[in-house]
């Protein structure tokens, strides 16, 4: 079957070239995936407010993630742990999160002196934490006139390695799968960049995730 | 695979190639020499528009009926003295009140003469195209197809068309000369005859053959720092991406023949 | 439409004055744009004798003019005529330019500029249609000439235009001009000869702007 199909134009970027554009867009933006309460948004952080909780103040955190590395259909990561597959016309990604907590208050042990006042004493030494993660999505399309566009990434579902109990696995992959579903949608790609640019493309249909491609279908603008 | 791989088949390729023919314009030339015997100077502008696509495995683009579209500008100077015999008025006498008399001989010297032209036609050819991919001094990424050797330009028509116009516009430029009021139909006729028909279709195809010979449209052009994304506040620069290689081919073994462009990329 | 005014004599034109007392005669040759001359044009002298035996029309004498080292020149530089011979001046081709014939014959001054009796002015026409001619001074004579094209469309018309040119056409001014119309072909002569008239031009008058 030609590339083109039924239609006039075909743009193809395959999974390696997708993250050759992660790979861009996160290195010229790593804010994208770096959020952290306690420092000013720059180009390298997003600033996010720290949690506000009675008798405690500010608890200032941070989350990081690594370049998501996409896999399109059909599988070929190696290592997707169940229960996450890869369906026809969906990808994967592969991540790390890194979890940062300024705690505060010494923590005593069970011989040392008891607890003799309510002021927290700030911590200098956070604690991390960081989780390897998987995630399964599809592409997004948006089109806003002939020729102009962009595709973006949803995940429908995260997991992570080696969590337990399993209650708190759910808890943090909810929350990893929200985060991380809110990096990907920032990253939208326009159309002429999935196709270096040869053409205006008018997309009629797709991206049709195969092959190890986002196949997209269309006409010439 | 390479990272990107974008086709476009016959229709597409087209529009493709009609906004190539755009991004040309108009080219002009202008020079002076001789057709025939005379002296001549011309100018001459030209454009290109239409053509259907046929793309042939497993490089070439084959134009069929693309148009040359031209306008030409051309001046024919000479001394009329070449091309009219000398001629000179016989003495008259007559009676008159002072007894006859006779004026002398008067010989008539004939002046230079320009004569100006425009024309404008289209010529339609076919020619094959191959592609050239290439790096340009302003660092992109270009492609282009090159036309494979000089097509056939059927220009008689054309120079016969001409000719008879060179024949009016010296038939308005000579009639206000004295004394040639008789012997004018002789000499546009002389005129044409002396250029010909077959001088001026070579003229005429070494004027426009250039526009055609070495001809190319860029079918493709891109910095090789592609840009992805614009800058989009102090926080968040320009996103751009290299493309590492670009190559072109037509491929058919789809089933459809098709112009593949394939880059590899780079962040 | 070619020019047709006696004031300036061009290649096409003759001016011819019959000179019919003995004497001699000086005369000058002018250009005709230049109304004041830097230096004095040179004098040229026509010896008119005797005429010798009476009933004997005159003799045309011929001077060519032309131009050498921004003067013009004459041929013959001197003249010997008898009494009622004709004197006929003209250029010897189109490089020489718009000139005047002027001169004292014993009392009377005369000049191609401005015909009194005894004058003749010829004009070749080479562009076919009407001239409207008059004086361009204050007298009222007049006429028209027309000009056309004979249709050569065979080698036979072309040898018969050919022929015609050794035909001319004769305006006689007696204080009018007679025929008041002439009609010619292209490449024809007409003569214009004054009779009786007080110093006039042959002007067509489209061109008449002094």
């Known amino acids: ?221 | 695979m390479s990272d990107i791989t974008a086709a476009v088949d016959e229709v597409a390729a087209s529009t493709l190639l009609a906004n190539a023919q755009s991004l040309l314009g108009t080219q002009s030339v202008s020079d002076s020499g001789s057709l025939g015997p005379f002296n001549a100077s011309w100018g001459a502008s030209a454009f290109f528009s239409g053509g259907s696509i046929d793309l042939v495995p497993p490089d070439i683009v084959r134009i069929t009926d693309c148009d040359l579209n031209y306008s030409l500008n051309l001046t024919v100077s000479f001394d009329l003295s070449s091309i009219i015999p000398d001629f000179c008025l016989p003495r008259v006498c007559i009676p008159t009140p002072f007894g006859r008399l006779c004026t002398p001989r008067i010989c008539i010297d004939w002046p230079s003469v320009s004569i100006p032209i425009s024309f404008s036609d289209v010529v339609r050819f076919t020619a094959d195209f191959r592609f050239n991919v290439f790096l340009n001094s302003s660092s992109q990424w270009q492609v282009d197809a090159v036309i494979v050797g000089i097509p056939f330009l059927q220009l008689t028509p054309a120079a016969t068309a001409i000719l008879a116009a060179i024949g009016l516009a010296a038939a308005a430029i000579l009639a206000p000369i004295p004394f040639i009021g008789p012997l004018l139909a002789g000499a546009v006729l002389l005129i044409t005859a002396t250029i010909g028909v077959a001088a001026l279709t070579g003229w005429l195809g070494a004027l426009l053959t250039p526009f055609v010979s070495g001809l190319s449209f860029t079918v493709y052009k891109q910095p090789q720092l592609f840009p992805v994304l614009p800058a989009a506040g102090p926080f968040d620069p320009a996103v751009n991406i290299n493309l590492d290689n670009v190559a072109v081919a037509v491929d058919g073994s789809g089933g459809e023949d098709e112009l593949v462009l394939t880059v590899d990329i780079s962040a | 439409m070619d020019t047709l005014d006696s004031r300036t004599l061009s290649y096409v034109d003759c001016f011819a004055r019959r000179f019919a007392q003995p004497g001699t005669v000086k005369y000058q040759i002018t250009s005709a744009s230049v109304r004041c001359s830097l230096h004095d044009e040179d004098a040229y002298a026509i010896e008119v004798r005797e005429r010798r035996g009476s009933g004997k029309e005159g003799t045309q004498h011929d001077v060519t003019v032309g131009v050498k080292g921004g003067h013009f020149t004459v041929e013959p530089a001197k003249l010997s005529i008898e009494a009622g011979d004709v004197v006929m001046w003209h250029a010897s081709g189109s490089s020489v330019p718009g000139f005047i014939v002027s001169g004292q014959d014993g009392d009377t001054r005369f000049t191609s500029a401005s015909l009194e009796a005894e004058s003749l002015y010829t004009h070749a026409f080479g562009v076919p249609g009407t001239y409207e001619w008059s004086d361009v001074g204050r007298s009222d004579i007049g006429g028209r000439v027309v000009v056309k094209d004979l249709d050569t469309k065979s080698k036979e018309d072309c040898e018969k235009w050919m022929r015609s040119l050794t035909e001319g056409a004769l305006v006689t001014i007696k204080g009018r001009a007679e025929p008041q119309e002439v009609e010619v072909l292209t490449g024809q002569t007409v003569f214009f000869a004054v009779v009786d008239a007080p110093g006039i031009t042959i002007t067509d008058r489209r061109v008449q702007a002094d």
């Open chain 1, 1 to 221: 079957m030609s590339l083109t199909e039924a239609e006039h134009v075909f743009a193809g970027p395959h999974e390696a070239g997708v993250n050759d554009l992660f790979d861009a867009v996160f290195s010229a933006r790593p804010r994208l995936l770096n959020y952290a309460s306690f420092v000013p948004t720059s180009v390298s952080v997003t600033n996010i407010p720290p949690i506000s909780f009675p008798m405690v103040g500010a608890i200032h955190y941070g989350v990081l993630f690594s370049i998501p590395i996409a896999d399109f259909h059909p599988d070929s990561s190696g290592g997707m742990p169940p229960p996450l597959s890869l369906g026809p016309g969906e990808f994967s990604v592969r991540t790390t999160v890194t979890l940062i907590l300024f705690c505060q208050g010494e923590r005593k042990g069970r011989d040392d002196p008891p607890i003799t006042t309510h002021v927290p004493k700030p911590s200098t030494s956070p604690i991390i934490a960081k989780l390897e993660v998987w995630g399964v999505g599809a592409p997004v399309v948006t089109t806003f006139a002939p020729g102009l566009g962009e595709i973006s990434f949803r995940l429908r579902a995260v997991e992570l390695v080696d969590v337990t109990p399993d209650e708190l696995e759910s808890l943090l992959e909810c929350l990893i799968r929200m985060l991380l579903d809110a990096v990907l949608q920032q990253v939208r790609l326009p159309f002429n960049s999935l196709n270096a640019g040869f053409f205006q493309l008018n997309l009629q249909r797709g991206p049709e995730v195969e092959d190890d491609q986002a196949k997209l279908y269309g006409e010439i603008v």
